[in-house]
């Protein structure tokens, strides 16, 4: 069975600076994605990126950037250049290709300090 | 537009009580779920239909009644309610399953007394 671990369950960061939000991995499969969801207080769980498997190459998506190292089945995601809004619950999510269930790992509440 | 809704946003009600939460997505995704969300965050899958048939049900009390009418459209019924019911139920939808990402709805937050 495939499991999600965020071993992170609060962090902080100041305002502009960089935080990186840990995810762990584990599954048998060699075809699936990675995803990392946020959900601010308002409780809408958002997108904010998504990696596939058989890329090497690290997904980003303007301040924010993984690194998928597939051997280690570890995805962490960095947040640049830190905002007020960013302050929410940060998901890291796994779906295995072909499959429709998709696991959530326990989350972490990441609080951005002016 | 809103793209999944889900009604009521709140509900709140009494143990023993039925109740149902509405979901309806403009996407024209095949696929929709029912998560729940409990008091620690934590969100787990309740059921998945695809193109209005049943493909995940975890292991969920059967006092809870999922109904597809149509693939745009997934309810959720809720029969006898539980104090251990009380959570945040999030709708999703997606094209298809593994690849695709899912887009949630605002979530209903139920509260049983």
């Known amino acids: 069975a495939q499991t999600v671990t965020q071993s992170q369950p609060e962090m902080s960061v100041q305002e502009a600076e960089t935080v990186t939000l840990s995810c762990t991995y584990d599954t048998s499969e060699s075809n699936y994605y990675l995803f990392w969801y946020k959900q601010p207080p308002s409780r809408q769980m958002i997108l904010v990126i998504r990696q596939e498997a058989y890329k090497q190459q690290n997904a980003t998506e303007n301040r924010f950037s993984v690194n998928f190292q597939k051997a280690a089945k570890s995805f962490s995601l960095k947040i640049s250049d830190s905002q007020l809004g960013d302050t929410a619950m940060y998901f890291c999510a796994f779906s295995a290709s072909g499959t429709y269930k998709y696991i959530f790992g326990t989350g972490t509440r990441l609080k951005v300090l002016a | 537009d809103t793209a999944v809704s889900q009604t009521p946003k709140y509900l709140v009600t009494q143990m023993g009580n039925d109740k149902s939460i509405k979901c309806e997505q403009n996407?024209?995704?095949?696929?929709m779920y029912w998560y729940k969300q409990d008091s620690k965050k934590f969100l787990k899958i309740m059921f998945s239909y695809n193109n209005k048939e049943l493909i995940i049900n975890e292991t969920v009390p059967n006092r809870f009644s999922p109904k597809s009418p149509d693939k745009a459209h997934l309810n959720l019924h809720i029969n006898s309610l539980e104090l251990g019911d009380s959570a945040v139920y999030f709708c999703?939808?997606?094209?298809?399953?593994?690849?695709?990402?899912?887009?949630f709805g605002a979530g209903s937050r139920l509260t049983v007394l």
């Open positions: 999703a939808s997606s094209p298809r399953g593994g690849a695709n990402v899912l887009t």
């Open positions: 996407l024209g995704h095949d696929t």
